[in-house]
């Protein structure tokens, strides 16, 4: 929605313009903003010479100069590169900082909601799932939709066979969730990340490697175990395709959900068993 019979200095100009401020305040306040967005230099700029994600942060840079007490932020890094993103991601919350304003960002990128984000709705069908901060949201999702949108996740069914104590791929395992029925049917919530590759049989579950993915950083393997089960692992060291290999991981990693569990229903199940 930028004015493409304007220049990106009178562009980011044009608020500050209709308060009347004077040529000095507007000339500093718009380098400032341009300075903010990594734009110096393209004052004298038109519209139409700019890429898509340079018009973008003129955009950002246009709404900041403002000073706004609310500022709505709706996928405002999606044209831009997978490099600037990052980089624009630190610019923006440190300018949330810095400014001390709210940012109502909404976006459909998980990892750059868990990145800047204070508190995060997940929102699907126009209803909030769940809210909290990144590390509640990513931790303790409250249902099935929650744990597979936010972060990759591997879904498991089983049972809750007591306070501590879950049942799922054919063993009992410990775990650090309470506060539901005995033998309830339950979700059981793995992040790839939290599993460990041990020798075949030496592990809590033998899994199968049937694809693997070099991430840079990490091998994305997919394996299967007895039951069918598709396992996403996370791990610095390689496995083979069609080797048998053990998983372990600790009870704190296990989440357990209740089916269609709402917020609502997980906030008063937790007062409950705090209570007693």
Same mark, same amino acid.
């Given at each position: 929605a930028l004015f493409p019979h304007l220049n990106v200095f009178d562009n980011v100009a044009f608020g500050?313009?209709?308060?009347?401020?004077?040529?000095?305040?507007?000339?500093?306040?718009?380098?400032?903003?341009?300075?903010?967005?990594?734009?110096?230099?393209?004052?004298?700029?038109?519209?139409?010479?700019?890429?898509?994600?340079q018009?973008?942060?003129?955009?950002?840079?246009?709404?900041?100069?403002l000073e706004p007490q609310v500022l709505l932020l709706d996928e405002p890094l999606s044209a831009l590169d997978a490099k600037l993103r990052k980089d624009m991601q630190y610019?923006?919350?440190e300018l949330q900082e810095r400014l001390g304003i709210t940012f109502l960002f909404v976006?459909?990128?998980?990892?750059?909601?868990?990145?800047?984000?204070?508190?995060?709705?997940?929102?699907?069908?126009?209803e909030v799932q769940q809210s909290g901060t990144p590390v509640d949201i990513y931790d303790e999702p409250v249902n099935h939709f929650v744990a597979d949108f936010i972060g990759e996740s591997n879904i498991i069914q089983g049972h809750m066979i007591k306070d501590f104590l879950v049942e799922?791929?054919?063993?009992?395992?410990?775990?650090?969730?309470?506060?539901?029925? /005995?033998?309830?049917?339950? $979700?059981? #919530?793995?992040?790839?990340? !939290?599993l460990d590759i041990t020798p075949a049989n030496s592990g809590k579950v033998n899994v199968e490697v049937d694809t693997q993915l070099f991430r840079g950083d990490y091998y994305e393997i997919v394996g299967y175990d007895d039951l069918k089960n598709e396992?996403?692992?996370?791990?610095?060291? /390689?496995?083979?395709?069609? $080797?048998? #290999?053990?998983?372990?991981? !600790?009870p704190e990693d296990i989440h357990v959900m209740r089916l269609n569990e709402s917020e609502e229903d997980f906030d008063a199940r937790l007062e409950t068993y705090e209570g007693e």
């Open positions: 500050l313009r209709l308060r009347r401020m004077s040529k000095q305040d507007i000339q500093t306040k718009v380098e400032d903003a341009l300075k903010m967005v990594r734009l110096q230099g393209y004052a004298d700029r038109e519209i139409s010479e700019l890429s898509g994600g018009q973008q942060r003129v955009a950002i840079a246009r709404a900041i100069v610019e923006l919350r976006t459909h990128d998980q990892e750059e909601a868990l990145a800047l984000s204070d508190e995060i709705f997940v929102i699907n069908d126009g799922f791929n054919g063993k009992r395992f410990e775990c650090a969730d309470a506060g539901m029925r /005995p033998n309830e049917p339950v $979700e059981v #919530v793995l992040r790839p990340e !939290d396992w996403l692992i996370h791990s610095t060291n /390689p496995a083979k395709d069609g $080797e048998t #290999v053990g998983l372990t991981f !600790d």
